[in-house]
């Protein structure tokens, strides 16, 4: 019998997209499973009590609960480093292997990857999110050499309300910032209902979808060996190996 892969997801508490979401989208893999373990967040600002939520001690003591479930990776699907400093994620992750022993990754540093496998310059951004948190995760893109050419947010900081967002507004969205000539747009949040629109939006615009729920399934399913390029139908980023 051949083995069970089980992907292991960190949430936020108030997300209600990426478990159904992650869900749909692997499967179409049979032997592989997702998990997931919540910890609290419900505000996305740049307040201390907003960025307090995504402190370690936080996550780690989810992920520890998570790794009962003896998953082959543990990976955070949230989008704080793009807001908190890549550097951030990367630090969680050596913490989280070495509180587990399990191997770990995240939304963000997921997209890094794939932004820098196809040696991306030129980004587009949709987020629900408010000013101040868009314009932190665009400068920080731009100190990486990554240009942001064109960008929607909808100020809006409950975490809950962000997967209120209509999918045909999202389409729009896309349209919008597509009009810029991006190499690649990203739905920054992974509670926003986007990942399922990326077939129709890339067919439309020729301009590759990179959904932050859909990057933590392509960088968990990396780290484990597993070959992303056998899901279809949630767009190109998935043949990216």
Request: aromatic share 6%.
């Amino acid at each position: 019998m051949e083995k069970v892969i089980r992907i292991g997801v960190l949430t936020p508490s108030s997300n209600t997209a990426l478990e159904p979401l992650t869900n749909a989208i692997v499967s179409s893999l049979p032997n592989v499973h997702a998990h997931f373990a919540r910890f609290r967040v419900t505000n996305i600002s740049l307040s201390d009590q907003a960025l307090g939520q995504f402190d370690d001690s936080n996550i780690l003591a989810a992920a520890e609960m998570l790794a009962d479930a003896k998953p082959d990776v543990i990976t955070w699907s949230g989008t704080s480093a793009g807001w908190m400093g890549f550097e951030k994620d990367m630090v969680l992750c050596e913490r989280i292997t070495a509180r587990t022993g399990i191997p770990a990754s995240t939304a963000v540093l997921a997209l890094n990857e794939l932004i820098a496998l196809k040696n991306i310059k030129r980004l587009g951004i949709v987020s629900p999110y408010t000013e101040d948190v868009q314009q932190k995760i665009v400068r920080q893109y731009g100190e990486a050499g990554i240009e942001v050419v064109g960008e929607v947010h909808h100020d809006i900081s409950v975490n809950y309300d962000f997967a209120l967002v209509e999918p045909k507004t999202i389409e729009q969205d896309l349209l919008t910032v597509s009009q810029s000539k991006p190499e690649a747009i990203v739905t920054y949040c992974t509670n926003l209902r986007a990942a399922q629109l990326a077939d129709e939006f890339e067919r439309q615009s020729s301009v590759v979808l990179l959904d932050t729920v859909s990057t933590t399934v392509w960088g968990a399913l990396r780290k484990v060996g597993v070959d992303p390029s056998q899901i279809k139908g949630w767009g190109k980023l998935f043949s990216w190996v």
